[in-house]
């Protein structure tokens, strides 16, 4: 009489090894559908927070970027009018030296172009107050009230995007009231 399960009514321990030799897994305790379908929630939670975060820092890096652009090329409208400074107090145009500054000038404005940031300079416009800033106010019947008449310091920007708005003189009609 051979007695297969050994001592004590253990199982041989040779079988646990031919079963899983043969591919047999142990059961495995059956989880509650209930605790499934909450750890499933719980997973898919998880992934919306994580990509909600990976969105959220894209947003905030493009904006950090953004602003910085605007930072560093509001620093270098200074310079720039500096330069048209310099040309318009140039002896005479045909100068080497007037010349290069023009050269200079122009690739300064091309560049904050590129950056999101035209220049505004256009006269005979009707008036826009996201890109202007009246400075004056003159009198004439030349032109409909709110043209820009005269642009007095350059502006760079867009509707959107406005890095500084051009300082401009705006026409308004003449009033013989007005003493």
Known sequence: MSDQAGPVGHADPGSEAEAAAAGETAP???????????????????????DNIRKRAAREAS?????????VSLAWLPVLDNLELALAHAPSAGDPLVDGLAAIRSQAIEILARLGYPRIDG???????????????????????????????????????????????VSRAVNADRG
């Open 28 to 50: 495995v305790a059956e989880v509650p559908a209930e605790a499934l379908a909450k750890m499933e929630d719980l997973w898919r939670r998880a992934l919306a927070d994580a």
């Open 63 to 71: 904006q950090l970027r953004a602003q910085e652009r605007a930072a």
């Open 123 to 169: 006269e005979n416009v009707p008036f826009d107050p996201r890109i202007h800033e009246v400075v004056s106010v003159s009198e004439t019947d030349d032109v409909p009230p709110g043209t820009v008449l005269t642009v007095l310091r350059p502006g760079y920007g867009g509707t959107d995007t406005i890095l500084r708005p051009a300082a401009v003189v």
